[in-house]
């Protein structure tokens, strides 16, 4: 499978603060998604990118497309400790490609 | 609304022991997929299946069969379980492959000892 890179692997911030990850390629991808899993439960998807340079929010998610197309970042304003679990980049080749992880704690 | 369902979710396999996973999805999606985590590996797509009658093999398909039965279940067989194996398995479909909104069920945790 295509390898996505995902970083940082994890994080241990205070409730409030904002959060970055981002997630690079070695292909290009014509969507990018962003999800997020919550201990004992699949993923669930947060936001969805189509178009290279787009910028999508979703309430305190913010996430953007790379212009090459083989990157993107999510941020995350004011974190609260339900943010707290692992979040996955992933490309949708003919299947969806999944980074490896972010794991996000939050501590109150 | 159920979504997609998998079961069991838990199991425990002695080494050499067969055993298949079931899922099934109540909205009409056309693809459906398996995927298995492991610790800092992210999600590695095993084998798929774009619509009913067609399977195609993912990143990691050895060790593993499946079975689109019909629309709405695709299960994952383990013909002589390994240790290799011991992981959680996740379901997903899509109304298209060319979809991103993929559902996944809540998983299956497996153990080979």
């Known amino acids: 499978g295509q390898q996505l890179n995902q970083s940082p692997q994890s994080m241990f911030i205070q409730e409030g603060e904002d959060v970055s990850m981002n997630c690079t390629s070695s292909?290009?991808?014509?969507?990018w998604l962003w999800y997020k899993q919550d201990p004992g439960e699949g993923p669930v998807l947060l936001i969805a990118?189509?178009?290279?340079?787009e910028l999508t929010s979703n309430g305190r998610l913010t996430a953007q497309f790379g212009i090459t197309r083989k990157d993107s970042f999510l941020n995350i304003s004011a974190s609260i400790p339900s943010d707290v679990g692992i979040y996955f980049c992933?490309?949708?080749?003919?299947?969806?490609?999944f980074g490896k992880g972010t794991s996000l704690l939050v501590t109150p | 609304n159920a979504g997609v369902t998998q079961t069991p979710k838990f199991q425990v396999l002695k080494t050499g022991q067969s055993m298949t996973l079931q899922c099934a999805q109540d909205?009409?999606?056309?693809?459906m997929y398996w995927y298995r985590q492991d610790p800092g590996m992210g999600l590695r797509l095993i084998y798929y299946?774009?619509?009913?009658?067609?399977?195609d093999k993912g990143e990691v398909p050895n060790g593993y069969n499946v079975s689109r039965l019909n629309k709405r279940e695709f299960s994952l067989r383990l013909e002589s379980a390994a240790p290799s194996q011991t992981s959680v398995y996740f379901c997903?479909?899509?109304?298209?492959?060319?979809?991103?909104?993929?559902?996944f069920g809540s998983g299956t945790r497996l153990t080979v000892v």
């Open positions: 990118l189509y178009k290279a340079g």
């Open positions: 997903a479909s899509t109304y298209s492959s060319a979809n991103y909104g993929y559902t």
């Open positions: 992933a490309g949708l080749g003919y299947a969806l490609n």
């Open positions: 909205m009409n999606h056309n693809s």
């Open positions: 299946s774009a619509s009913e009658g067609t399977t």
């Open positions: 292909s290009i991808f014509n969507t």
